[in-house]
Nanobody, 124 residues
């Protein structure tokens, strides 16, 4: 079993930055790939970014490439999402997730464990 807790969400103006964190506990964190997904009101959950178990491979949605950076610190069992140049369309609940597959997948079906989410609101 893996427990995930997201933090760092909040309200920010367009063009601003936020850094999300996802703290993991339970099984060996370093063996799993991890990802960020988001869900806006009335929309389906969508892929944002993912990182392989080693951190050597990353994957981003086209909508966030060049603005968001995913990283992880296996010694601290924590994953991060640095979000810069935020836009109102980035407003959503952001979820972190763990995939036993080990690689940076964009498909939500590859992720077995999910956090409760953290709200990000970007005002125009």
């Amino acid at each position: 079993q893996v427990q995930l807790v997201e933090s760092g969400g909040g309200l920010v103006q367009a063009g601003g930055s936020l850094r999300l964190s996802c703290a993991a506990s339970g099984r060996t964190f370093s063996m799993y790939a991890m990802g960020w997904f988001r869900q806006a009101p009335g929309k389906e959950r969508e892929f944002v970014a993912a990182i392989s178990w080693s951190g050597g491979s990353t994957n981003y949605a086209d909508s966030v490439k060049g603005r968001f950076t995913i990283s992880r610190d296996n010694a601290k069992n924590t994953m991060y999402l640095q979000m810069n140049s935020l836009k109102p369309e980035d407003t959503a609940v952001y979820y972190c997730a763990v995939s036993p597959g080990g690689y940076a997948s964009s498909w939500y079906g590859n992720y077995d464990y999910w956090g409760q989410g953290t709200q990000v609101t970007v005002s125009s």
